[in-house]
Nanobody, 124 residues
């Protein structure tokens, strides 16, 4: 199993930036495909970005493409989400997720391990 703890959320003005971190503990971090999802108030959880085990392949939701960057550092068991040009519609609780997958998945049911979430609020 793997335990995930997110950090880095907060309040930012539209156009600003935040970097989320997700620290993993437990079994070998490099064995997991990692992803970020988010849930806005009154909405379903949605996929944001994913990175494969080596960090060499990434995939983004259309709504964040060109603004967000997912990356990972296997030597310190951490995955990051750099969020630039933030918009009020990016306001949500952001969750880190992990799965023993060979490739990226955008489906939340494919990820058995989740963090507790971190709140991101973007003011207009």
């Amino acid at each position: 199993q793997v335990q995930l703890v997110e950090s880095g959320g907060g309040l930012v003005q539209a156009g600003g930036s935040l970097r989320l971190s997700c620290a993993a503990s437990g079994r070998t971090f490099s064995a997991y495909t990692m992803a970020w999802f988010r849930r806005a108030p009154g909405k379903e959880r949605e996929f944001v970005a994913s990175v494969n085990r080596s960090g060499g392949n990434t995939y983004y939701a259309d709504s964040v493409k060109g603004r967000f960057t997912i990356s990972r550092l296997n030597t310190n068991n951490t995955v990051y989400l750099q969020m630039n040009s933030l918009k009020p519609e990016d306001t949500a609780v952001y969750y880190c997720a992990a799965a023993s997958l060979r490739s990226i998945s955008t489906i939340h049911n494919a990820y058995p391990y989740w963090g507790q979430g971190t709140q991101v609020t973007v003011s207009s």
